[in-house]
């Protein structure tokens, strides 16, 4: 089933608008406290600081592009089992980072565990594990739709990776202090990915594609500060 347009082109543009007010957010609280090492420190901890409450924001904006990718994107495409999983997984992706800006982290992110720490870190790992299940989900329901089929691949390819991040990651980089560099790898593979799927979503003779197209290349050039 498809969404009719107007509503169709409304929806993929709510996401741009919440994945640039996030990204503005997260590189702003960079730009604001560079005494934070961000190839260590987890980008959570930006609550702890002064300009926390920006950062909150930024929770429940990600929680906001979550749901709409996940009640779009199972509109937007056939009803299989696939895009089904993809939209559950990204509605837990969306609870879990209601939970992460309701319930502000610890610093440093070691035992003893606070009650919010242990919360915090939590819905982080369940929202990492969903967004990355659910970009693996929909990239296959990609298959079974013509107009979506060509970002199929590429999408699988992207939540491979993202995997590989999530727990390679885990394994390697925390061993030398890396934490923050592999949570930023990850968001960049997963913005990568919302970027393939509103190319699709966006009909090409709709000139915001061609913003989409200069926006997808320019976040990985940007959220790396």
């Keep these: 089933m498809s969404i009719p347009a107007p509503a169709g082109r409304r929806l993929p543009l709510a996401v741009i608008v919440l994945v640039a007010y996030w990204v503005g957010v997260v590189v702003a609280m960079h730009l604001l406290q560079p005494a934070l090492d961000p190839i260590a420190v987890p980008m959570s901890v930006y609550v702890l600081g ?4 920006w950062m909150t924001t930024s929770f429940f904006a990600a929680a906001g592009i979550w749901l709409v990718l996940a009640f779009g994107l199972r509109n937007a495409l056939p009803p299989t089992s696939w895009a089904n999983a993809g939209a559950v997984l990204f509605c ?17 992110v070691a035992p003893p565990l ?6 915090h870190l939590i819905a982080s790992l369940v929202a990492f594990n969903a967004i990355v299940l ?5 990239s296959r329901a990609f298959r079974y739709s013509a107009r979506w089929s060509p970002a199929s691949g590429a999408g699988t390819v992207l939540s491979a990776v993202m995997f590989a ?10 061993r030398v202090g890396a934490n923050g560099l592999q949570q930023r790898v990850l968001v960049i593979l997963m913005l990568t990915w919302i970027a393939l799927a509103l190319r699709q979503w966006l009909t090409p003779s709709d000139g915001t594609a061609a913003i989409l197209t200069i926006i997808g290349y320019s976040l ?3 959220i790396v500060i």
């Design 134 to 138: 659910g970009s693996l989900s929909f």
């Design 92 to 108: 837990i992706a969306a609870l879990g980072d209601v939970l992460m800006g309701l319930v502000p982290t610890q610093y440093p």
């Design 165 to 174: 991040v999530l727990y390679g990651g885990l394994i390697l980089l925390t």
């Design 220 to 222: 990985n050039d940007t």
């Design 114 to 119: 606070t009650r919010d720490g242990a919360i």
């Design 50 to 53: 002064a300009h926390g409450a």
